[in-house]
């Protein structure tokens, strides 16, 4: 069963302070693997998109990793803003890249609090 | 602004009505689809469709209906509401008929069914 599970499912930091954030997937065939920020009430935006060969990708603070191996991906923020308090979300893209059959696996979400 | 918009923003009614959400996609995306995100829950991909086809869905109840036109803006009706079905709406589009690809999700639409 094709299934994403992130963790933990809320945390809470002091701003300046740096956090990772965990997604771990059973997907077959993985195509690539995103990261969504949600602010509450609003639309996810898409953070980071990684393919299977791709090991490191950073935006910004941002800063994802994939082991195809072990199949678990983490995204680290350092230095945090009170504007990153969110929800992160992991999403599995599942199915062969050649075809039009691809779909999305979304996890729960991690919900992110940064406080002064 | 990621180019989807969604009307209305807000909508308040009754148990037992149907309602009518709005969704135009970005300028050049032929995909759209509809999510359903409950309070402090996950998003539920209902439905999708491209260039005017219903191309995948998911967990959409028969009480839920969509299309999309032939301008590509896309409505998701919603009738016998329940008091369950409060929660926010998302569309998103993206380029190609795939679902795999990234998807840019407008401000949704908050229903509040009393």
């Known amino acids: 069963k094709n299934q994403v599970e992130q963790s933990p499912q809320s945390l809470i930091i002091l701003e300046g302070k740096n956090c990772t954030l965990q997604?771990?997937?059973?997907?077959?065939?993985?195509?690539?693997l995103r990261w969504y920020k949600q602010d509450t009430g609003r639309g996810p935006v898409s953070l980071t998109i990684m393919t299977f060969s791709e090991n490191t990708k950073s935006n910004g603070r941002y800063t994802a990793t994939l082991d195809a191996d072990t199949k678990q991906s983490s995204l680290h923020i350092t230095a945090s803003q009170l504007s990153d308090s969110a929800s992160y979300i992991c999403v599995v893209s599942v199915g062969w890249s050649a075809g039009n059959n691809r779909k999305l696996i979304w996890g729960l979400g991690t919900s992110l609090a940064v406080n002064p | 602004d990621s180019g989807v918009t969604q009307t209305p923003k807000h909508l308040i009614t009754a148990t037992g009505q149907r309602v009518t959400l709005r969704c135009s996609p970005r300028s050049g995306d032929l995909s759209v689809y509809w999510y359903q995100q409950s309070l402090d829950q996950g998003l539920q991909f209902l439905i999708q469709y491209y260039n005017g086809e219903e191309r995948a869905k998911g967990n959409i109840l028969e009480r839920f209906s969509a299309q999309q036109f032939p301008d590509l803006h896309s409505e998701l009706n919603l009738s016998s509401l329940e008091l369950g079905d409060s929660a926010l709406y998302f569309c998103?589009?993206?380029?190609?008929?795939?679902?795999?690809?990234?998807?840019?999700f407008g401000p949704g639409t908050r229903l509040t069914v009393l």
């Open positions: 997604c771990n997937y059973t997907v077959s065939p993985f195509s690539n």
């Open positions: 998103a589009s993206s380029v190609t008929l795939t679902g795999g690809d990234t998807q840019y």
